[in-house]
């Protein structure tokens, strides 16, 4: 059974940095970071594949980085310069396709999320 619980939410001033965690029951070949706000689709944040690949959305590039560490089954999203516009429920993602990525398919897996506010 997939299991994904995701951690490390919270509340920071825009500048600051958190970093989430996502501990996994299985390592797939691709995973990810997923965020969401009311009202708005789900947006791609990060990916990162089996052999160390990543993919970040235009938004967080440079300020984002994902991280995976299969021997605690634990994947990172390290957030620095948070802007008050990174404000988001953020969720793990397993076996989501690195070839139409930031889009999902049936096939992906989702935690349970956890909430980033940035104020201004």
């Known amino acids: 059974q997939v299991h994904l619980a995701e951690s490390g939410g919270g509340s920071v001033h825009a500048g600051g940095s958190l970093k989430l965690s996502c501990a996994y029951t299985?390592?797939?070949?691709?995973m990810g970071w997923f965020r969401q706000t009311p009202g708005k689709e789900r947006e791609g944040v990060a990916v990162?594949?089996?052999?160390?690949?990543?993919k970040y959305a235009d938004s967080v590039r440079g300020r984002f980085t994902i991280s995976k560490d299969n021997a605690k089954n634990l994947l990172y999203l390290q957030m620095t310069n948070l802007r008050p516009e990174d404000t988001a429920e953020y969720y793990c993602?397993?076996?989501?396709?690195?070839?139409?990525?930031?889009?999902?398919?049936?096939?992906?897996?989702w935690g349970q999320g956890t909430q980033v506010t940035v104020s201004s």
């Open positions: 993602a397993a076996g989501c396709p690195w070839d139409i990525w930031p889009r999902t398919d049936h096939g992906t897996y």
């Open positions: 299985y390592s797939w070949d691709f």
């Open positions: 990162i594949a089996y052999d160390g690949r990543t």
